[in-house]
């Protein structure tokens, strides 16, 4: 059980496009979802928290009309990356936390890597 | 804010030797703190999660115990499969999870 999955896992695109990363809890429903960012070597950075149904908070420094976070379902999480650059190329994880029992433990979805060109 | 510190950077074990890795934090009222294992190009998978000093969780090889100020989780006679980055992290009222940068554990058979 608590299966998270991310699509794509790897997308390569062009400067100035936009990307979307979906994040779906396959067999719990999430009322929280988490997006973070990986560079090579480094740990994980949260970006942004969403909540089904409300707006996304997002941590101090990341651009929220660059990383678009849509929360439409308890069991989906979307994240947008708009006019991509190369200096937006991360590996992209998402998170999720199961909303029908009290718990904190968060699962996180296998990843996403994103290469900008 | 919260600071989470994780040593060694690297560890580099022989089959069957036991070690420990070791998670320091300063937190404002910690809630509770997870393990996480990483594989290169995946997404962590969790381990435990500990809550009270003194609170001990064990599964298969490993073996994590929590103190006031530090976190430990030991390797007990590791195999090559238990290659792969640990992570602690600490959560707060809010469910942010706050990252250490992570302990990359080889195991040579």
């Known amino acids: 059980g608590a299966v998270v999955s991310q699509h794509p896992s790897r997308v390569i695109c062009k400067s100035g496009t936009s990307v979307k990363i979906e994040c779906r809890s396959l067999d719990f429903q999430a009322t929280t979802m988490f997006w973070y960012r990986q560079f090579p070597k480094q740990s994980l950075m949260l970006m942004a928290t969403s909540n089904e149904g409300s707006k996304a908070t997002y941590e101090q420094g990341v651009e929220k009309d660059k990383f678009l976070i849509n929360h439409a379902s308890l069991t989906l999480s979307t994240l947008t990356v708009t006019s991509a650059h190369p200096e937006d190329s991360s590996f992209y994880i998402c998170?999720?936390?199961?909303?029908?029992?009290?718990?904190?433990?968060?699962?996180f979805g296998p990843g996403t890597r994103l290469t900008v060109l | 804010e919260d600071q989470v510190t994780q040593s060694p950077e690297a560890l580099r074990l022989q089959e069957g030797e036991s070690s420990s890795l070791n998670c320091s934090y300063t937190v404002s009222g910690l809630r509770g703190l997870f393990w996480y294992r990483q594989d290169p190009g995946k997404g962590p998978e969790f381990l435990f999660t500990?809550?009270?000093a003194g609170e001990e969780k064990e599964k298969e090889r490993l073996k994590a115990t929590l103190t006031k100020k530090e976190s430990f989780l030991h390797i007990t006679a590791p195999k090559p499969e238990d290659s792969a980055t640990y992570l602690c992290?600490?959560?707060?009222?809010?469910?942010?999870?706050?990252f250490g940068a992570g302990t990359t554990v080889t195991v040579r058979a």
């Open positions: 500990l809550y009270s």
């Open positions: 992290a600490t959560i707060r009222g809010d469910y942010k999870l706050s």
């Open positions: 998170s999720a936390r199961p909303g029908t029992v009290n718990t904190d433990t968060q699962y």
